[in-house]
């Protein structure tokens, strides 16, 4: 049995996965539902820490670094972002609660 | 190659984690858990490599400095989104994806300078996917956000030539990717890593401003993969898992996207290459219309019984949100009906105007779909199209060949009135001029508008 398998394995289930979880989403939220995608990509944090974490070489150190601090900053502003333009949907009755929401916060 | 059985089982539940987030996002209610659960499941991954020994070290080297670039990343990613404006927001979505995609080029660039000599030809296949790919996604999203910031114009870019150079860029990153596949030496990863930039800022400057938010989408969807073959390369599930899914869903809501603007993906990419759209002048028109002072509106506007709003990317530019809903809460009380009529397109991404409206506290059951509103048209007396113009432009019902043709519209050239807020003639997003602007029955009111708008909120106070 190929290890190779059963990373297609993984990957065929995943594309199914992600198509169906998003399919019936209104086109309200399309804006957020990419802004939340593009922070999940984010993750390719984690293989710049590995990969800078396992190397000796400084030309390689530096290179890995950079790439920590882009992969950070798409992970953490996407996910902040994401939460920043969710907040102003979460009002399904909109009087009350406008009235509690403070003016000025969201600007 | 392999980490430890916890490892994999933690890795385990945040792929868990990301399927629950998507899934959460695409309900309202939903959305706000939903990304946080996604949130909740990055961290926890990120974490793990600082407690177990990573193959081939006893632990994680240069660690205080790994620790240094994230926290450098997160203030950066934070003050970002923190500061950004609603308008700004599909720049900064386009942003963020472009590092993320020119992190993975650099993961793989290194990855293939430690172990490319161990790699087989499917790891090295993957290797060299990831570096041309997550270039492409860099460089293309670099150029949305220039666009969209309008740091250059948004009109498409294109010269002669562009088809030759972008298509020699394609294959000269197709054969050396089958000659890194054979030998695998850094400097060819490092020639496929320019080729990637190439091929992005080609694939992108001929698509016109208003079809940006496709690109973003596509571009989002493309470094999703680049990290799902990351993950492949490092033997590693939750990238794997992680980017697939968003490779997967961004693909598909690429595609929703497009149908809302009744195009398809390869006409947005590659339509201003076959030089069909010669109706996108660009230019302000010398030709008559017919103008009014906020006065005149207003009179108009306090007599009709039946008025829909169009708003548009303009409005929220000029901060004119809040008072326009204060206007239409006095002709709401005065007896009108008003509603709001939000194109799937308005503002700068689907969605966006949903957004934007709600920061200024609109009621949510005022805000109706293009579908459900499209049929009120023919009976409203007033439609007030607030900084919004491709939205409404018959062209794309009437004129084969311009550039918005087949996009679906808001009917307002059936309405008794039409009152357009405009700050000039200059034609909209999209380049092109809209014929409704001379037609008999349209009024132009003219100035910026806030303050337009608070001198109409005046006017019908005062009535």
């Known amino acids: ?107 | 190659m392999i980490a430890p059985t916890w490892v994999q089982l933690v890795f385990l539940a945040c792929g868990v984690c990301f399927i629950l987030a998507l899934k959460g996002l695409s309900g309202p209610k939903t959305a706000r858990n939903g990304n946080l659960i996604g949130a909740a499941g990055a961290v926890i991954a990120v974490a793990v490599p600082f407690f177990y020994k990573p193959d081939g070290v006893d632990h994680l080297h240069h660690v205080p400095l790994i620790l240094a670039a994230i926290a450098i990343g997160t203030a950066g990613g934070v003050y970002g989104a923190r500061k950004v404006q609603m308008t700004q927001m599909p720049q900064m979505v386009a942003l963020f994806n472009g590092v993320g995609g020119g992190a993975a080029a650099l993961v793989a660039l290194l990855e293939l300078h430690e172990h490319g000599d161990l790699f087989d030809w499917f790891p090295l296949a993957a290797t060299a996917f990831t570096i041309v790919v997550g270039s492409v996604s860099f460089a293309g999203s670099v150029i949305t956000f220039a666009k969209l910031q309008e740091l250059m114009t948004s009109r498409p870019v294109v010269f002669p030539g562009l088809p030759v150079i972008f298509g020699g860029s394609f294959i000269a990153a197709a054969v050396l990717s089958v000659m890194l596949v054979n030998q695998p030496h850094l400097w060819i990863g490092v020639v496929l890593a320019l080729l990637g930039l190439v091929v992005g800022v080609l694939l992108v400057m001929p698509v016109g401003g208003a079809d940006v938010p496709i690109v973003i989408s596509l571009l989002n969807a493309f470094t999703g993969l680049t990290v799902a073959a990351g993950g492949y390369v490092l033997s590693n599930t939750v990238l794997l898992i992680g980017g697939t899914l968003v490779g997967a869903s961004g693909t598909f809501l690429t595609l929703l996207m497009a149908n809302a603007m009744g195009r398809s993906v390869a006409n947005i990419l590659f339509g201003a290459l076959k030089g069909g759209s010669t109706l996108g002048g660009g230019e302000a028109s010398d030709r008559p219309v017919k103008s009014a002072g906020p006065e005149d509106v207003a009179i108009m506007l306090n007599y009709a019984e039946r008025i829909i709003i169009v708003p548009g990317y303009g409005l929220a530019v000029a901060q004119a949100q809040h008072s326009l809903r204060e206007l239409v809460d006095v002709l709401s009380e005065r007896g009108a009906k008003v509603d709001y009529a939000i194109h799937p397109v308005a503002g700068r991404m689907p969605g966006h105007m949903n957004v934007l409206l709600a920061e200024a506290q609109v009621p949510y059951e005022q805000l109706k779909e293009m579908d459900e509103i499209n049929g009120d048209f023919k009976d409203a007396d007033v439609v007030l199209v607030v900084g919004a113009n491709d939205v409404v432009n018959p062209a794309a019902k009437t004129t084969p060949g311009a550039p918005i043709y087949g996009m679906p519209i808001l009917n307002a050239d059936e309405a008794k009135q039409v009152v357009f807020l405009k700050r000039s003639m200059r034609p909209g997003f999209a380049g092109i001029e809209n014929e409704l602007l001379f037609e008999p029955n349209t009024t132009l009111l003219f100035g910026d508008a806030k303050d337009t708008m608070s001198k109409l909120l005046n006017a019908v106070k005062a009535l």
Do not use: C, Y
């Not at chain 1, 399309?30 to 000796?56: K, Q, R």
């Not at chain 1, 909109?94 to 003016?103: E, I, R, S, V, Y």
């Open chain 1, 1 to 107: 049995m190929s290890v190779s398998v059963v990373w297609l394995t993984f990957f065929v289930l995943s594309v199914f996965v992600g198509i169906e979880v998003i399919s019936k989403v209104s086109s309200t939220l399309h804006t957020p539902l990419m802004s939340g995608a593009n922070a999940i990509h984010g993750i390719i944090l984690l293989g710049a820490v590995l990969v800078t974490g396992t190397t000796d070489n400084t030309f390689a150190l530096i290179v890995g670094l950079i790439a920590i601090v882009l992969a950070s900053v798409n992970m953490v502003g996407g996910f902040v972002v994401t939460d920043r333009m969710l907040q102003m949907f979460v009002r399904k009755k909109p009087k009350a609660d406008a009235a509690t929401q403070t003016p000025g916060d969201t600007k």
